[in-house]
């Protein structure tokens, strides 16, 4: 089946969306149809196509300026022309409460986070229609195509901040001076090279190379590239909630390695080194850096293998759309 998806989201999910077989992707939303099983799918977007969005989405109770009226306003058109409304928070638990006045709106909505399914309910109603939608990947770009490893050093692809998620900075520093005083070494591509805050520069460490932001779908290459590569999970308390880049690097038959959490340990823990405190890291990473074992590279297969079998974002529309019907 062929739909349309009148899509607002930010880039990430964008280039991936896009390139997805049997839709037709539109982020112009002026001229609402009702031709092709059209959907409208909003995400929690912090801007949207070209920054279209920003403030738009999100809530700033500090800024009543700052609202989501151009929202609520589309959403309503598309329910008067038929058209099912969709919203996935990508940003729970954490921003729960930064959406859910957008989310109200709509027909449907998705959480990465099992465990806000109940919040959801409580402002929504018992009945509303609130569903798991966990993250996935674009296999026409994160897709295992063999080892071919350049670079026996590790990679971080990602953000660093000052000022918030402090048990996640926790980890990032363990894992960043672990690899590098093991003699691993470490190259980090920073997602938020281009803000200006220093709340975002990450710390200058010895023998780490911080490089600008890559396009998303150049991340494949650093996955198929680096002998390992890092991640750090943020929420670790839910069943469903895992970092996205985790799948990237295990779809890229990356050899991950991750601090702990309860998604972790439920989906993945066959197909990546859970790490959980600098003893162990230092062990790993004083293997790893001479050479992956037979073990270590079956495991990564069998990771990418996993994730293209259940986790890729044709996997996720079926799931849209088995639930609002178009199947």
């Not at 909505?109 to 929504?124: G, L, Q």
């Not at 670079?151 to 918030?164: R, W």
């Not at 890229?252 to 993945?268: E, M, Q, R, W, Y």
Request: charged fraction near 20%.
């Amino acid at each position: 089946m062929i739909f349309k998806i009148y899509l607002i989201s930010d880039s990430l999910t964008s280039h991936s969306l896009n390139l997805e077989n049997n839709t037709k992707i539109k982020e112009s939303w002026f001229l609402l149809n009702k031709t092709n099983n059209p959907i409208l799918l909003v995400e929690s977007s912090w801007q949207g196509y070209r920054n279209r969005w920003k403030y738009k989405i999100a809530s700033y109770p500090a800024h009543p300026k700052r609202n989501n009226q151009k929202l609520v306003h589309l959403v309503e058109r598309a329910k008067e022309k038929g058209i099912p409304t969709v919203f996935w928070n990508k940003e729970d638990c954490i921003h729960f409460e930064r959406f859910i006045d957008s989310a109200k709106y709509f027909d449907h909505v998705f959480t990465v986070d099992e465990n806000c399914i109940p919040k959801y309910k409580a402002v929504m109603g018992e009945n509303a229609s609130i569903h798991t939608l966990m993250f996935a990947v674009q296999p026409k770009f994160h897709s295992f195509t063999g080892f071919n490893f350049k670079y026996n050093k590790a990679n971080f692809v990602g953000s660093y901040s000052h000022h918030i998620h402090d048990i996640r900075r926790e980890w990032q520093n363990s894992l960043f001076n672990t690899a590098l005083n093991s003699g691993l070494g470490l190259d980090v591509f920073d997602r938020n090279s281009k803000r200006k805050s220093q709340n975002y520069r990450y710390p200058n460490l010895e023998g780490m190379n911080v490089y600008h932001a890559l396009n998303y779908p150049d991340t494949a290459k650093i996955y198929k590239d680096y002998l390992v590569s890092l991640n750090v999970n943020t929420v670790v308390d839910s069943p469903t909630m895992f970092s996205r880049r985790l799948i990237e690097i295990l779809a890229c038959g990356g050899i991950a390695v991750t601090n702990p959490s309860l998604a972790v340990n439920a989906l993945f823990k066959e197909y990546c080194h859970i790490v959980h405190n600098e003893e162990e890291m230092t062990e790993l990473f004083n293997r790893l850096k001479f050479s992956p074992s037979a073990q270590d590279l079956e495991r990564a297969r069998a990771g990418a293998k996993y994730v293209a079998q259940y986790h890729t974002w044709a996997h996720r529309l079926e799931q849209i759309a088995d639930v609002i019907g178009l199947r």
